[in-house]
């Protein structure tokens, strides 16, 4: 309840100026509004009640305009912690139970604050929607160009599997003629690879069958270069 020093004080400002008060003390509150109790947030948007027909009374008051502006931000500012407030108000029914009958969202949403909250949701929903519907697009197209554009050709990815499991039983099982098996299923298909030859010429070598291993060894004639580096990493997987 003011006090009679708040009665003379008001007495003697003029409307604008009791107006003007009103609005800056509402924007100072605003900070921590949203950690106050629910009697204190209604409290203030009484206050916002009082405020608006405090502007109504003084409409055709052309000085108020930078005032006015700063009650629509303030407006703005409010309804950012419209979560937090209805939160601490004690939800939506505790809102609607205390809300004015005559109060419409249009000349005071500072008691629809959970509309603005249902609207947020709603918002970041469809935001999700968006962004899962844009990121299935993605994979299915990714999908579609794996089978078709990007797909590796099947011969490739026989080699690499039939050479991998070559080096494994060579190199770490020992196995030689598993080792062989496995290459000349890849030579099946890819009779001209020259590190599968020489893989298998060094394979032969080793199971003391010289008369194919030259034959292999020989073969990849159009890589000299890469010949000696085939031929050493042979040597180092079945070797050592």
Not at 31 to 43: E, G, P, S, V, Y
Not at 62 to 84: G, H, M, W, Y
Not at 166 to 184: E, F, I, K, N
Request: glycine content about 2%; proline content about 5%; charged content about 25%.
């Amino acid at each position: 309840m003011p006090s009679k020093l708040d009665f003379y004080h008001n007495k003697m400002l003029s409307p604008a100026d009791q107006l003007r008060e009103l609005l800056q003390s509402l924007e100072n509150n605003l900070a921590f509004l949203a950690k106050q109790d629910r009697t204190t947030i209604l409290n203030y948007l009484t206050r916002l009640d009082e405020l608006q027909r405090q502007f109504d009374e003084l409409a055709h008051t052309p000085n108020l305009v930078p005032e006015l502006l700063r009650f629509i931000t303030l407006q703005d500012q409010l309804q950012k912690k419209a979560s937090q407030l209805l939160n601490q108000l004690g939800g939506e029914a505790a809102l609607k139970a205390v809300r004015p009958t005559d109060a419409s969202p249009e000349r005071a949403a500072w008691w629809f604050l959970d509309q603005e909250v249902a609207r947020r949701r709603a918002k970041a929903l469809k935001r999700v929607g968006i962004i899962v519907g844009v990121v299935a697009i993605v994979v299915l197209i990714a999908v579609i160009l794996f089978n078709t554009i990007l797909k590796p050709d099947p011969n490739t990815v026989l080699r690499a599997h039939n050479f991998a499991a070559a080096v494994d039983l060579a190199a770490y099982d020992h196995d030689y003629p598993a080792a062989l098996s496995q290459l000349d299923e890849a030579l099946a298909v890819l009779p001209d690879d020259p590190e599968l030859l020489i893989f298998k010429g060094v394979l032969l070598q080793r199971l003391e069958r010289a008369d194919k291993r030259m034959q292999s060894l020989n073969a990849p004639r159009n890589c000299r270069r890469r010949r000696n580096i085939y031929r050493w990493r042979a040597d180092k997987f079945i070797y050592n």
